[in-house]
């Protein structure tokens, strides 16, 4: 039996404790990163930092699909009580959860890219992101089933966890 979406607010306190664990991860990468720069003397190399932002994403990529396939949950899902399972209440394989992995830019992607071809900078970029954000969660909100937008593209759903 599928249960409901656990509520909007749960959700967006889980995806703030998620961001905040990941400027960890972040770190274990760039940390990695920057020593194969050091090693291979590519410090200064022009597609360095381009090299770590590709590794970054790679790395949460494994992190995200290891944990939603071993379980459905992240710390901060464990925190809250939330599950992500597939849209017929099975657990993630490691297709899907790649899926919602790459369909969870959606979250900031658009705003960026929005943000980036009318050249903002500062403050007004990070406000193109939350605007975008905004977005997001208010599509939430409009589901009938009260699923983030990634989720319904990726045939994945969020349940409340026993």
């Known amino acids: 039996m599928i249960t409901a979406a656990p509520p909007l607010r749960r959700r967006l306190a889980s995806l703030v404790y998620e961001t905040v664990l990941l400027f960890g991860v972040t770190a274990f990468s760039t940390s990695i990163s920057l ?5 291979f003397q590519q410090f200064k190399s022009p597609y360095f930092q381009q090299a770590t932002a590709t590794f970054t994403f790679f790395v949460f990529g494994l992190y995200f699909i290891w944990l939603w396939t071993h379980g459905g949950q992240t710390l901060p899902m464990r925190t809250w009580r939330i599950r992500v399972v597939a849209a017929d209440g099975s657990p993630l394989g ?12 959606l979250w900031v992607l658009p705003g960026w890219a929005a943000a980036s071809l009318l ?15 905004l977005v997001m969660a208010i599509a939430a909100l409009i589901d009938k089933d009260r699923q983030f937008l990634h989720d319904r593209l990726a045939g994945t759903r969020l349940i409340v966890a026993a």
């Open 35 to 39: 020593l194969v720069a050091v090693l």
């Open 94 to 105: 490691p297709w899907r959860a790649l899926g919602r992995y790459l369909l969870a830019w």
């Open 119 to 133: 050249h903002v900078v500062g403050w007004q970029f990070g406000l193109a992101l939350a605007l975008n954000c």
